[in-house]
């Protein structure tokens, strides 16, 4: 044997080993001078599968030993700031909470017209309970819990999860207190463990969403036994440790948690639902959403995440990327205060429906990436209808409105923004713009992130850009949340008796066609009377490489890692 | 010579009165902040727990973070903490801010440090050699470059630079943090990654660290070293100029003992310049360490300022604070070992 061929024997000998990568073995081998064709057969000779030798910048196998095709590598904007359901409600805690957290149950999927999956709201099927019986007045819904159902810490789900769960909340009053008060649940004594696998909630009135609400990814599961093992005197309910380990019986759990850097989430292999084809998913931050395109373009990653308008245009058509862009929930209004005059008055909200310009901000802000938003209900919730927001821009009508009104030579006003949002910068000088040409003056305002919303759910701008969601997919939710007096999501103190009567009605509804109606009706008002002028609803954009399949969008904005498939 | 100065000087006594004197600075610069940090607009319980929370539930989160008591109270419960070694928790990482700071100051001091060496080399190096050959070819280049560092603004460069050097040609790997994606950090000593598997012999860990660092500490150094640069040339230009190195030239002595002797002379400004450009940096290099999601300091103070985040603000301005006096204290020291005329 030649020295050449005992040096390619070695070295082949310790690529088998492990002692070196299949990268260096390929780079030893060039600078011996080997044609490529030559590396490939020594590659086969070694019992390697025969590639070409990876480019900088894509990947080997990773530290864990996992292979590429179990591996998902995200970039997003920011890493989570906690997994806790009673304090973490930004969006980038939805989606950690979506993997880690089951509830008791969840919806169908169905595939939409654009050929992307979405969850079929007609089509309620067991999670965590197998079964469930509710009462003909709808006010009482029992439980039938999965047996065998175990969490990442080797702990079974008993109906005492499903207290403890509830219970936490009410104590600490934090998130789950919100839904005590809007499901009509007294206190954790109207949740009655039956036996080891059955649990009853009892509602003071009749609930139209008695158990679609259970859905919710705020009222998931937690696991009782592995909370109380790390609660301390300090700290009684685990909020310290349940915020870095999300504790559920979901499909994933916390193994690193490295904020400002990135989360690594491990499958849990004794998963109810079968264990996860994808082993590990690296979430990692890369706040600059610049970069998550580069890097996205060039298959550094596998999913890129919160992409601007822009980029995800560019995109199209890019045989390198995988574009999902799944109609959704989220909702960009412009709202007026109608504690602020001339803004009480309903003829001057509907010269300000008339006079927005709906067109300009939906083809240069959103660039094709949103659609238009015709209603407080999503158009993928049932119950939807787009019929009664008919309004387009016309200058005129709005300028004849205002004259009605008796603001023939318009009037000062201010808008507000939030500077943390891409894209309300360019929709505020867009409307700035169309209010002047109706003779309205409005002088803009900036606030970053955190004193904006203070302001805005304080009641005190004059008008704003409010962006949020219905998380729960019912009409009635939304239609409630958004418009009725009594919650907090109506940040425009608008008081409209009849909606008020409508919606809390319609929740209380079990009728489902009386309900449709009544959702209709108060679609109708909102969009007449309501001080919302409604804009758009972009799409959630899920980038991906090719090869990546079975994404669903859930509520919430996030796709369940467990149901993906890589190639 | 040295040796004899610091016999015959006071100089521990010295470093001792200035050791003593951070605790009285730290405390009112604690005190200031907290205060600034408490009359910000951002109210911390409604960021927290969001819009939809019931108002029993923001009073008892009130009252548990003290926010209902008077500021002096809160101040109170706060140096008792911090006495303690208990920094408080950041709610936007859930990790104890003490937990943040240990992980990102590391990761920021690795970057910059590198970055202030090259610009160091780069910026004294040319600025020497301009001072020497004033109106030479290099010269003029070595001013546009100077007038264009100051101008140009990191993000930017940085941004050019991924734009060219990773997303064109692949020569550096993807701006995704100090690591690649797939590898663990090494075992911790210090924090930083490169030191750390230096130690530990991880030469995996070791190159992955060091690529990584290459874009934002060239980017970082490039822009840095304009101002080094500029300061270095003037300062040497003037010396240059002086009655001794004339006196120097006349009496023969050769070429390299004269710039030894005036490069000696140039270093006190530059020196407190790197000293101001080292503590700015500290905070200041956020844009970097957005743009390739670093995870540092700046970065933190950004978020958490953004969010109310007090605990983690304050903790960052504190370690941000101690930094800042200990740099000055040691270019303080170092200004007695370069200038024989200075004594304590």
């Not at chain 1, 973490?88 to 939805?94: G, N």
């Not at chain 2, 310049?273 to 933190?300: C, K, P, R, S």
Request: charged residues 20%.
């Amino acid at each position: 044997m030649s020295a050449h061929e005992s040096l390619i024997a070695e070295l082949g000998d310790r690529l088998r080993s492990g002692k070196i990568s299949r990268r260096a073995f390929v780079r030893r081998l060039t600078a011996l001078g080997l044609a490529t064709g030559a590396i490939a057969a020594a590659l086969d000779a070694h019992a390697v599968p025969a590639s070409a030798a990876p480019a900088p910048g894509a990947r080997a196998v990773t530290a864990s030993g996992q292979n590429e095709s179990t591996t998902l590598l995200i970039a997003t904007s920011e890493t989570p700031p906690g997994l806790d359901t009673e304090y973490d409600a930004s969006r980038s805690s939805h989606e950690g909470l979506g993997q880690t957290m089951d509830a008791l149950v969840n919806f169908g999927k169905k595939k939409g017209a654009d050929g992307l999956w979405y969850s079929d709201f007609s089509q309620l099927e067991g999670a965590l309970a197998e079964s469930w019986d509710v009462t003909p007045d709808q006010k009482t819904v029992t439980f039938h819990l999965r047996k065998g159902v175990m969490s990442h810490w080797g702990n079974e789900l008993t109906a005492n999860d499903v207290f403890y769960s509830w219970n936490r909340g009410y104590q600490l009053k934090s998130n789950r207190s919100f839904y005590y008060n809007f499901m009509k649940i007294k206190d954790p004594n109207s949740i009655k463990v039956l036996d080891k696998y059955t649990v009853r909630f009892e509602y003071e009135a009749p609930s139209s969403i008695a158990v679609v609400m259970h859905s919710n990814l705020y009222l998931t599961i937690n696991d009782a036994t592995a909370a109380k093992a790390h609660s301390t005197a300090a700290d009684p309910w685990a909020k310290n440790w349940i915020a870095t380990n999300a504790d559920g019986f979901g499909p994933y759990y916390v193994d690193t948690w490295q904020p400002g850097q990135q989360v690594i989430f491990r499958a849990h292999e004794g998963y109810w639902g079968g264990a996860p084809a994808i082993k590990e998913v690296i979430v990692r931050e890369e706040p600059n959403p610049a970069n998550r395109l580069a890097l996205i373009e060039t298959g550094a990653v596998d999913v890129a995440e919160w992409l601007l308008p822009q980029e995800l245009v560019q995109l199209k058509g890019n045989p390198n990327v995988q574009l999902a862009l799944f109609r959704s929930n989220f909702q960009s209004t412009y709202e007026m205060n109608t504690l602020k005059p001339p803004f009480d008055n309903p003829k001057v909200r509907e010269a300000f429906k008339y006079a927005f310009p709906y067109n300009d901000v939906l083809n240069t802000v959103f660039q094709g990436t949103a659609e238009r938003m015709r209603s407080l209900v999503p158009s993928v919730f049932p119950d939807n209808t787009e019929e009664y927001y008919t309004y387009e821009t016309d200058l005129a009508k709005a300028k004849q409105l205002l004259a009605e009104a008796g603001y023939p030579n318009g009037f000062k006003t201010e808008l507000t923004y939030n500077t943390e949002i891409d894209w309300d910068e360019s929709m505020a000088i867009l409307t700035q713009t169309n209010l002047k040409k109706i003779g309205v003056d409005a002088t803009l305002s900036k606030l970053p992130g955190g004193p904006f919303f203070n302001a805005e759910w304080g009641h005190q701008l004059t008008t704003c850009y409010f962006e949020d969601q219905p998380n729960v997919p019912a009409a009635e939710y939304a239609l409630w949340a958004f418009g009725n007096t009594e919650s907090r999501g109506d940040t425009t103190s608008w008081k409209n008796a009849q909606y008020d009567q409508l919606t809390t009605g319609a929740l209380a509804e079990i009728d489902p066609v009386k309900r449709k109606a009544m959702n209709y009706q108060a679609q109708q008002i909102v969009a007449q009377d309501g001080p919302y002028v409604f804009i758009a609803r972009p799409y959630y954009a899920w980038v991906m490489r090719p090869g990546i399949t079975g994404a669903r969008w859930y509520p919430a904005e996030y796709v369940r890692w467990n149901e993906i498939t890589k190639k | 010579m040295l040796w004899r100065r610091l016999r015959r000087s006071r100089l521990g006594l010295y470093v001792l009165r200035r050791c003593l004197a951070l605790i009285p600075q730290l405390l009112a610069i604690s005190m200031v902040t907290f205060v600034l940090e408490r009359l910000l607009p951002g109210d911390p319980v409604t960021l927290i727990l969001g819009p939809m929370a019931t108002p029993e539930a923001r009073a008892t989160l009130r009252a548990q973070m003290h926010l209902n008591r008077p500021l002096y109270i809160q101040y109170y419960y706060y140096l008792r903490d911090l006495l303690h070694g208990n920094l408080g928790r950041s709610w936007t990482t859930s990790n104890t801010v003490a937990q943040d700071l240990i992980t990102r100051f590391p990761a920021t001091f690795e970057l910059i440090t590198y970055s202030l060496l090259l610009a160091l080399i780069v910026g004294i190096g040319v600025g020497v050699v301009t001072a020497l050959r004033p109106a030479g070819w290099v010269d003029r280049l070595t001013r546009v470059y100077g007038l264009l560092a100051g101008a140009l603004p990191d993000f930017w460069l940085a941004l050019i630079f991924i734009f060219f050097l990773y997303y064109k040609v692949r020569l550096f790997p993807a701006p995704l943090g100090r690591l690649g994606p797939y590898l663990s950090p090494p075992h911790r000593i210090t924090g930083m990654y490169t030191v750390d598997s230096l130690l530990t012999g991880n030469w995996v860990d070791l190159r992955s660290a060091a690529a990584h660092l290459a874009l934002p500490v060239i980017t970082e150094a490039l822009v840095t070293a304009g101002a080094i640069m500029r300061m270095t040339r003037s300062t040497m230009l003037t010396i240059l100029d002086g009655d001794f190195i004339r006196h120097g030239r006349f009496s023969g002595l050769p070429e390299r003992v004269i710039v030894r002797y005036a490069i000696r002379n140039a270093l006190p400004p530059v020196v407190t310049l790197i000293a101001i450009i080292y503590a700015y940096l500290l905070g200041g290099a956020v844009l970097i360490e957005n743009i390739f999601g670093w995870g540092g300091l700046g970065q933190y103070a950004v978020q958490t300022l953004e969010q109310s985040d007090y605990a983690a603000l304050l903790g960052f301005v504190l370690v941000a604070a101690a930094f800042t006096l200990f740099l000055y204290l040691a270019v303080d020291l170092l200004y007695f070992a370069i200038d024989p005329r200075i004594s304590y």
